[in-house]
């Protein structure tokens, strides 16, 4: 697989995400099933892999820990801080970047990923009780400490950005982006090609539904976190039905699978761009990265643009809690 950079830090073109080995789509896999697919992607040529302390919350690190074992030295494990997480009931309280909580929740997240480094430690969300400066400070000493390799923020604005930067290089910036979630497209993505950061977009296929495998008429398991989430009601995945149609046109223009032809929308849109997609299947692993043998040409990008410019998408990205600690 051809590689790309996040700042200084080199990984596959494509990443895995791993939140879908635990519960948040439902019933998790069995170990021994989600540790297959974790390493049968490395084995197709993924180095970057990307988990959460919230995931689970705090089971995720150790999967992906315990999967990835034996080929240490050959990925980029990234993870994130951010919220406060309760050491014994694990009850997520809300956020919390302060600097000591930081260093504290590195040291257990090293302990769970049983590793002496992590590659690249974002704040999952931005803190507003703290300012960014002391969050970079705290990446900055931590990678002093040969704790953390590279700092990252995760659904940030552009001012926070460029703040953190200013203290500590921000080697990547992680949002949500697809074909139908353009929000990083005014100011987060020029900053990130001015500033040199890498751009590692979150639910490149919707969460699912832009692969159009995800039925109009779905029921979501009371544990999905989709049964929730505002553009996966009925009357919401009927109305962006269009979208959907417009990728699986261009898809057999090409050849190729609507989720291929919206990885490699993303995959177009830039070299410092680096998606992540996640699944519980080795099979859909293997289509997914055929995306980087989809050659898009300006006039397919073109085409698919003037279409879905002429859509609306219905309904928020995320539900109203989550929103409001998106970009700030």
């Known amino acids: 697989m051809r590689m790309r950079k996040l700042g200084a830090l080199e990984v596959s073109e494509l990443g895995f995400g791993t939140l879908s080995f635990a519960s948040t789509y439902g019933q998790a896999l069995e170990k ?16 970057l892999f990307d988990t959460a302390e919230v995931y689970g919350p705090r089971t995720n690190e150790a999967l992906v820990g315990e999967a990835l074992a034996p080929v240490r030295n050959e990925v980029v494990i990234a993870t994130r801080f951010g919220f406060d997480v309760d050491p014994t009931t694990s009850f997520r309280a809300g956020l919390n970047s302060q600097p000591e909580h930081i260093k504290r929740a590195t040291d257990a997240m090293l302990r769970r990923l049983d590793t002496n480094h992590i590659d690249l430690l974002y704040q999952h969300r931005v803190d507003p009780n703290v300012p960014i400066e002391d969050v970079a400070g705290a990446a900055k000493d931590l990678i002093a400490a040969g704790k953390v390799r590279h700092f990252g923020l995760s659904e940030a604005a552009a001012d926070t950005i460029r703040r953190a930067h200013a203290v500590q290089p921000v ?28 751009f590692v977009p979150w639910g490149p296929l919707g969460t699912g539904y832009l692969t159009g495998k995800v039925a109009r008429t779905s029921g979501f398991d009371v544990n999905d976190f989709r049964a929730g989430s505002p553009r996966f009601t009925p009357g919401a995945m009927e109305a962006n039905q269009a979208v959907v149609e417009a990728v699986e046109q261009l898809a057999a223009a090409k050849g190729a699978t609507a989720a291929q032809v919206a990885l490699a929308w993303l995959l177009a849109r830039g070299p410092s761009i680096v998606p992540i997609f996640g699944t519980r299947r080795l099979d859909r692993v293997k289509e997914n990265l055929g995306a980087a043998d989809v050659s898009l040409s300006d006039e397919d990008i073109a085409g698919i643009e003037v279409r879905l410019a002429r859509i609306e998408v219905t309904g928020e990205r995320l539900p109203p809690a989550l929103l409001k600690v998106t970009h700030r």
């Open 171 to 198: 080697a990547a910036v992680q949002s949500e982006y697809s074909l139908w979630t353009r929000d990083p497209e005014p100011e987060v993505l020029p900053l990130c090609q001015e500033l040199g950061i890498g």
């Open 32 to 47: 021994a099933e989600s540790i297959r697919v974790i390493r049968g992607a490395h084995d197709l040529g993924v180095t």
